[in-house]
């Protein structure tokens, strides 16, 4: 099968005769339609994971072709959750635990299994979730970033009547600060361009200047900082008040910054201030597919598409995607 890949000695290859993956027990061959590239992406490009030799991608839409345990999805179009249990693993008591950090697991595209940017892929079959009629194919391959996003809800972090505020205007930010709007919240965005802080609905919006942090100190209950830089979790810091929530939500690879904020300067304002630093990862697909037929979500996941590639311009559709500017690329299979 055609298959984008990466690897530390021979870099991205799009490889014509990669493997086509065997269906092991309790799993379903996937036909992919779609595949999103996602920022982790490019920061694996970058030596996010150190050693990594594998099929890029974790964000989806396919069709079952095959699942020996659960005939009745075969045909189905599904997305799935991207950690995957260690079939030696003791089960952990805690379901959210067992989601997100099963001891030994490996993780879709990113850790120990080929990922989402191939004709075909596997998943555990209690990793998929069925795509409703009403979402298209396009939509559907913003569950996974939009599961991410109701992390949030689930981890319990924002109370009714916080005053919230979202550092980004990347592909996550977006989606963050779109569903604390569906979720009830008073939102204000702040991120560098404000076109694309326009694309989300119902939020306050600010395009970050010189003097945003001071004139901001100490205003929010809560802020979710999703840049994933080293300006966005100082200004942060900054406009958490005392006692308050700071959501990390972005992972970046390890860079030389000289203008990165020494880890005292964060860890002395969380003490002193005793803020609570929350980290917030993979999230529930359920609530992230019924989010998908709202109008909010689909004017800005569409506004979000910026490119689509076939997988055969594969490096192409990575170049584009690594452009200053551009949000969601996305690949077609054919």
């Not at 949030?152 to 779109?178: F, P």
């Not at 010189?210 to 100490?218: I, K, L, Q, S, V």
């Not at 880890?263 to 609570?276: F, L």
Request: hydrophobic share 40%.
């Amino acid at each position: 099968m055609q298959a984008l890949t990466f690897s530390e000695e021979e870099g991205l290859r799009l490889r014509s005769g990669h493997q086509k993956p065997d269906v092991a027990e309790g799993h379903a061959l996937i036909k992919v339609i779609r595949a999103g590239i996602c920022s982790t992406d490019l920061e694996i490009l970058k030596g996010y994971v150190p050693g990594y030799d594998q099929v890029l991608g974790h964000e989806f839409v396919g069709k079952v072709e095959s699942c020996p345990s659960e005939p009745s999805l075969i045909g189905q179009r599904v997305v799935g959750e991207i950690n995957c249990r260690c079939h030696d693993a003791q089960p952990h008591s805690d379901a959210i635990f067992e989601r997100n950090h099963s001891h030994g697991r490996t993780v879709l595209g990113i850790i120990g299994k080929d990922g989402t940017m191939a004709e075909y892929l596997t998943l555990p079959t209690g990793n998929l979730h069925t795509v409703p009629e009403e979402v298209t194919d396009q939509d559907a391959c913003f569950a996974e970033p939009l599961a991410a996003a109701c992390r949030i809800a689930e981890q319990q972090v924002l109370q009714k009547g916080d005053t919230v505020a979202v550092v980004g205007d990347g592909k996550l930010g977006l989606l963050v600060a779109q569903v604390l709007v569906l979720e009830g919240h008073t939102v204000t965005h702040f991120g560098k361009h404000k076109h694309k802080l326009s694309l989300v609905s119902g939020t306050h919006h600010e395009v970050v200047t010189e003097d945003t942090a001071e004139r901001h100190t100490a205003a929010f209950d809560a802020v979710v900082e999703a840049s994933g830089s080293s300006h966005g979790i100082k200004l942060a810091s900054a406009m958490t008040r005392p006692m308050g929530s700071i959501v990390l939500k972005s992972t970046c690879s390890a860079v030389s910054d000289a203008s990165m904020p020494a880890w005292s300067d964060i860890a002395n304002d969380v003490v002193v201030n005793e803020k609570r630093l929350q980290g917030s990862r993979c999230g529930p697909f359920a609530p992230a597919l019924e989010a998908l037929k709202d109008a909010r979500i689909q004017r800005l996941v569409r506004g979000m598409l910026t490119e689509v590639f076939p997988l055969s311009e594969g490096p192409a559709a990575i170049k584009a995607a690594q452009t200053k500017g551009v949000l969601k690329v996305q690949l077609v299979m054919q």
